[in-house]
Structures are given as C-alpha cells and as structure tokens.
C-alpha cells in the first residue's frame, strides 16, 4: 500500500549529500488540507518508560517547574526535561554516521516527504533479522518499482515489545558492554545501499 507522509527517518546518503539541492517537490497540498492521502501517527510518547541506546543511562528526564495556581489567580503549568537524542520516537541526521552531511535542521523538510512504500517482513521477523534485498523485490513484484523519492518503511512488528526494554532491545544490560548484546531488526547492507 502506497501512502503520502511526513516522517523522521534516516535518509538515503543521495538525498544528504553534502550541498545537495532540495529538489522540486510535487504538491503534496491535498494532505494537509485534509482532501487527499493520510496522516498516520508512528510515534511513542516520550516518558520515564521511553527505551534509549543502552549507552545512555539517564534516560527521559522531567521536572515540573510550576502547577497550580499562581498568586495572580490563573492556573498555571510549566516543565523542563531533558532527553538523550536516541531514544524513543526520532530522526537520526545523516551527521550522525558521516562526517560533513546534514544536521536536523539542514534537512529540507520535502526531503522528509514522499510516497511510501511499506515493506512488510513481520511474517519473517526475528531478533537479528536484517531486511534484505530480496525483501525490497518481493514488494516491488506485488506493487511496482518503488518510485524515486520514496519513504520506505519497514514493518517489523517489534513495536508491540515497546515498553519492555529487554524484549525490545534483546538484552537488560546497560552501558558500553549492552552494545554487544543488542538483538533486534535492521536493514542489511545490500538493502540500505
């Protein structure tokens, strides 16, 4: 199934080649304005309970400046928090894995925007599955070419372990010795390439 949508994913290394230009993007307009496509929420709210790489030990940090009324009669409510970039819900920048590419804020927000393609391995998926290139063909024969500019996402099912570190991660340990231990899906390199 084909969608139009707005995400935070990584970015394939042709769309965040340094200086690259921001192409001419089609009007995608009919989203927003409610007449065409849909708007699908694939986000996990940030909390004490948000899952972060295991090297991060603080983890999601809240504090609650203000709530209740105030001298002045109105009610009022006000916090801060504080969260290491990679967990939850988030976009990694291409900086994050090379040298000299975009940050968050370089990236032109019709870069995030595209037709989608959901590739859907749920069926296969284990905790060290890597999608693969056949993945990206099995779905290209049922559906057609996967256009130029497209999203493509990758179904595996394993946000029905979110909230529960162990199984979402495959290990409980923290720190630098966790990184070792990870088990969950990815992509192979022959499929992000």
Known sequence: MRRLICVGVVMSGLACAP??????????????????????????????????????????????????PTEGGWFYASYQFSSAEHGGTHLDAPIHFAEGRWTNDQIPVSALMGPAAVVDVTARVTPDYLVSVSDLTAWEASHGEIPGGAVVLVRTGWSSRWGDRTAYLGTDLVGEPAVAELHFPGLSEDAAQ
């Open 19 to 68: 200086g690259a230009r921001d192409p001419v993007a089609p009007d995608y307009g009919g989203v927003f304005d409610g007449t065409a496509g849909q708007w699908i929420d694939l986000t996990h709210a940030f909390s004490e309970s948000t899952i972060y790489w295991p090297t991060d030990t603080a983890g999601f940090q809240l504090e609650e400046l203000a709530f209740g």
